[in-house]
């Protein structure tokens, strides 16, 4: 963990919703009897159609709606009782668009809630530089204007000015809806290492189910009404919807997505077919004699090159130029089985290649392979039952 | 004595003290506007419903000619510089609380969200974020009043000598001077767009946080003023 959060118990629950409703004065129910009780240094997504309450309910965290019924406990104490510009202070907030001060200075803005809690300018300014750099902003930005930014860039700075005064809650209200999907990406990456060096809390609204599944320890989905319709990590989610609303709401291939969360540590890998590039005519010949109809040949690092048939090499010798593309290869147990099965799909020759940390050739695959790996591990996911919510700190999250 | 420069001794004042009188009659005006329209505009944000009564009531102000202004103030003010300073301010807050209601509206609710979230205050929001924001807008609308109030300040000489460098128009006649009408309009206007320049300066002083190049556009579904007073001269 990083310096700042002090230390406090891990995975306890840090904000204890308990059947709150919103309802407004024209008789529009916004939040209807939720509760939901938000784990201590994760990350909980609130996830819905719009309509849902999902902001509604974000909002009522820092009291910029003040719920009907109903109470919200932060660290055991109703935050009713707190002078509201405290508490607000004591929780960083991040919007779509970022909501930037067009008339400060990136520093400036960054160094807002540090400033309003008395600390002096030079503190709240090195502070304020720290934080660009945690977030990934180049600190000849600090003096410019908001506008000189990139959207990207400005999300980045609204994340940062989030941090500032070290809160121990981050609220982040669709804060990367407004970007493109590659900047969004980039994001959603830099969010989750500066959560592994920080372990905020967390609570994250947004509309879309794969940055849902993406970022969440914890994911509810809410339904239109402001009703919970699931409470779960989002492996189980994609296992075990609740009902069809959460069914229909995760999509077609949550069958695929959900593999994302399977290691391919497990998957055997063949290292008999692979040759490199000056193996003489004999080795390539008794290799050639194996499952694999193809050879995968590799440079004399270990890198992998392409595939070529047995017998063709055996009888030519190994042409770098004349070998089938092998595609995009997985790194052995870091990739998910999400990432091994699509390149043993995109693969020409249906045999995946697995490469380690260095890129070299750890081994091939075949899909049938892959095939078997996913129903064990589903077999598996179906042993666990899937029911208990697993502890925040035992779900790992496999990239790719 | 009869320079450009030289004024009649009946005026009591130097070409130079007339410049002074004049601002002084024609700004102090314009200051006492924004002071009430900075809280005024900020009540009609708050309270939505206030705006168009206050708009209303103003707009029926600015209807009335500064002569019939000055006039029925004599009963009460007498012929003195206030007289002429009151219908200034009154036409000056006109201009200026819609600019800044404008100005302060103009901030993204996300960024009022923002500073919501941040725990600013409505006081604290109001001078540290809506104000700013709105300096462009405000400035704009101090510029239309600056330059409206400069030229009706001369309308002053009507009522006992108040109007600055617009008395030198009645002593033109008085006196069969051409020069001193030639004089009190050259003066107005330069004074005029002295003023106006300086507002621009400080617009760009303090607003590095502007885009350059992004001035205030006219808005597309209103004529070019410019263009419509050609056009209204040419016939």
Redesign the interface.
């Known amino acids: 963990m990083g310096g700042y959060g002090q230390p406090r118990r891990v995975f306890g629950v840090l904000i204890r919703i308990d059947s709150v409703t919103k309802r407004y004065p024209d008789g529009t129910v916004a939040v209807d009897r939720l509760s939901l009780e938000i784990p201590d240094r994760s990350i909980t997504v609130l996830v819905g159609p719009s309509g849902c309450g999902k902001t509604t309910t974000l909002r009522m965290i820092n009291r910029m709606v003040e719920p009907s019924e109903g109470t919200i406990l932060l660290d055991g104490k109703d935050i009713q009782q707190q002078p509201v510009n405290t508490l607000r202070r004591s929780m960083g907030y991040v919007i779509q668009n970022a909501g930037l001060f067009q008339h400060r200075t990136i520093v400036d803005n960054i160094a807002t809630v540090p400033r309003m809690l008395g600390w002096g300018k030079d503190k709240a300014r090195s502070r304020a530089r720290e934080l660009m750099e945690r977030v990934g902003l180049d600190a000849s930005l600090a003096k410019r204007y908001p506008y000189q930014l990139s959207g990207g860039q400005q999300q980045r700075v609204g994340v940062a000015r989030a941090l500032a005064a070290d809160p121990p809650v981050l609220l982040m209200d669709e804060p990367f809806s407004a970007v493109d999907p590659v900047v969004r990406k980039g994001l959603q990456d830099e969010l989750l290492r500066i959560q592994d060096e920080l372990g905020k809390t967390i609570v994250f609204v947004t509309h879309d189910i794969d940055e849902a599944v993406k970022l969440g320890t914890m994911v509810a989905v809410m339904r239109t009404g402001g009703h919970l319709a699931q409470f779960a990590p989002p492996a189980e989610l994609l296992s075990h919807p609740a009902d069809e609303f959460v069914e229909d709401f995760l999509g077609a291939d949550r069958g695929i997505r959900r593999l994302s969360f399977f290691s391919s540590a497990g998957l055997d890998l063949l290292t008999a077919p692979i040759v490199a590039v000056d193996a003489t005519a004999e080795q390539i010949a008794a290799r050639g004699t194996g499952d694999a109809p193809y050879l995968l040949v590799t440079d004399r690092g270990g890198k992998p090159l392409g595939w070529g048939e047995p017998r063709e090499l055996a009888a030519d010798g190994i042409r770098p130029a004349e070998l089938l593309p092998y595609g995009r290869p997985f790194v052995a147990g870091t990739d998910s089985l999400r990432a091994a099965l699509d390149c043993a799909v995109l693969s020409p020759t249906g045999w995946a290649v697995a490469v380690d940390a260095e890129g070299r050739a750890a081994g091939v695959v075949s899909q049938q392979a892959i095939g078997e790996a996913i129903r064990g591990a589903h077999a598996e996911g179906r042993e666990n039952g899937g029911t208990t919510p697993a502890k925040s700190d035992t779900v790992t999250k496999v990239t790719g | 004595m009869n320079g450009f420069f030289d004024i009649p001794s009946d005026l009591q004042h130097s070409w130079i003290g007339l410049v002074g009188l004049h601002l002084r009659e024609a700004l102090l005006p314009v200051l006492a506007g924004l002071v009430l329209a900075l809280p005024l505009a900020q009540l009609c944000v708050r309270f939505r419903w206030l705006y168009p009564p206050v708009l209303w009531v103003t707009t029926v102000l600015y209807a009335i000619p500064s002569l019939a202004f000055f006039v029925v103030l004599i009963d009460y003010t007498g012929q003195t510089e206030l007289t002429v300073m009151i219908p200034l301010a009154v036409y000056s807050l006109v201009v200026l609380v819609p600019a800044i209601v404008d100005g302060v509206r103009s901030v993204?609710p996300?960024?009022?969200?923002?500073?919501?979230?941040?725990?600013?205050?409505p006081v604290r929001r109001y001078v540290q974020?809506q104000l700013?924001?709105a300096?462009p807008a405000i400035i704009a609308g101090l510029r239309i009043a600056v330059v409206s109030s400069i030229s009706l300040v001369s309308v002053g000489a009507l009522i006992g000598n108040q109007g600055a460098l617009g008395n030198l128009l009645t002593d033109a006649l008085f006196y069969h001077r051409t020069e001193l009408a030639v004089n009190s309009v050259l003066t107005t206007a330069v004074l005029a767009i002295l003023i106006d320049g300086l507002l621009v300066g400080l617009r760009i002083l303090l607003?590095?946080?502007?885009?350059s190049g992004a001035r205030p556009k006219p808005k597309a579904d209103r004529p070019d003023p410019a263009a419509v007073a050609l056009e209204d001269v040419s016939r």
């Open positions: 993204p996300e960024t009022l969200a923002a500073a919501e979230a941040m725990g600013f205050g974020v700013p924001i300096v607003t590095p946080w502007m885009p």
